[in-house]
């Protein structure tokens, strides 16, 4: 089960998602069309740390083991959708898979809970981040600007 509870007036989010970085690309994602990107991952599942969430989440949705996964960013998002409050907590890791990843942008169907979902896997260099919607945006600037490479940080972002 998510780590994810809805009432008729709030919301919370347990998440986790994983940066890719290979031969200066980053590897984003969108889901089902929307007009924004964000980086591979999902909720964290009830029993499960965040670590062993993101290792099970690229694995379902990129294809590819988790060699090291370190924790970069933990990040609080709180937003209103749909006249509800929202509360998220996403735990942001940097990820070297067991493998090279081939470097293709690609569409697949994924089945999650009975719902099909069509995911588009895109590799982008940090100059093109500039021009695309990644959500959150903070996270996009810290990519762009080098800064996941400098450690861990908790970030409380209220809109």
Request: overall charge negative.
């Amino acid at each position: 089960m998510d780590l994810k509870i809805k009432t008729e007036t709030e919301e919370f989010h347990g998440r986790t998602c994983g940066i890719i970085k290979q031969e200066n690309k980053f590897l984003i994602m969108r889901v089902n069309k929307t007009s924004y990107f964000h980086i591979p991952g999902g909720h964290i599942e009830i029993g499960e740390d965040s670590k062993e969430a993101i290792i099970r989440e690229i694995k379902e949705e990129i294809g590819c083991d988790v060699q090291e996964a370190n924790l970069f960013v933990i990040q609080e998002n709180f937003w209103i959708r749909n006249n509800r409050k929202c509360h998220g907590i996403e735990f942001y890791y940097i990820i070297k898979p067991k493998q090279q990843l081939q470097m293709i942008d690609c569409e697949k169907v994924e089945i999650d809970k009975g719902e099909e979902k069509l995911l588009e896997l895109k590799w982008v260099t940090s100059e093109e981040l500039k021009d695309i919607d990644l959500r959150p945006t903070n996270i996009r600037d810290m990519l762009i600007n080098g800064h996941y490479l400098k450690g861990l940080a908790h970030i409380v972002k209220k809109t």
